[in-house]
């Protein structure tokens, strides 16, 4: 029974078995559940960080399970790594300056925050490229999804610093 609750825990309900680009669509998936959450049920953030912080904690226990007899300690399928770090850029958008976020602002920041995250997973810079070489057991798995998370962070202030003094 946990086994299998593992599996659809970090194959976020099977999506992660899709043969194409599960990672994309993990952090598709991410974005319209979060936008959901944010924009369309108007959930608290702190309950929402609750429910993160929770889903950060149980994934190591979750993609340790689901690895325990596998050679490969980071199957494409797994993609809960995937939602932990696409969200994020997308939670800290959503808190920054206690402010309410316009629905159609919104969702050109998350397409922004989608774009920037899948590049800095793929191509996977320092620190990234570091977890992913050096740990293969779910430290590795989803910290280096942790880390491409931050770099959209990092590039989106960079950004706001540049524009700050061009403008």
């Known amino acids: 029974m946990i086994k299998t609750f593992n599996s659809l825990f970090v194959t976020m309900l099977g999506l992660g078995k899709i043969k194409f680009m599960p990672g994309t669509f993990g ?22 960080l609750i429910g ?12 340790s399970s689901h690895t325990e007899n596998n050679d490969n300690k980071d199957p494409s399928e797994i993609i ?25 602002e919104a969702m050109i920041y998350y397409f922004l925050f989608f774009i920037l995250f899948r590049y800095f997973d793929i191509i996977k810079p320092f620190p ?17 999804d942790i880390c491409a998370g931050f770099y959209v962070v990092l590039s989106l202030v960079c950004f706001m610093i540049i524009k700050s003094y061009v403008l």
């Open 80 to 104: 809960i790594d995937e939602f932990l770090g696409q969200s994020i850029p997308i939670y800290l958008y959503e808190i920054s300056h206690g402010t309410t976020k316009d629905a159609d």
């Open 52 to 63: 993160l912080i929770i889903i950060f904690v149980y994934a190591f226990y979750a993609v």
């Open 128 to 144: 990234v490229s570091f977890f992913d070489k050096n740990f293969k057991n779910s430290f590795g798995v989803i910290m280096d």
């Open 27 to 48: 952090s598709l998936a991410t974005t319209i559940i979060l936008y959901y959450l944010f924009h369309s049920l108007n959930i608290s953030s702190n309950v929402i």
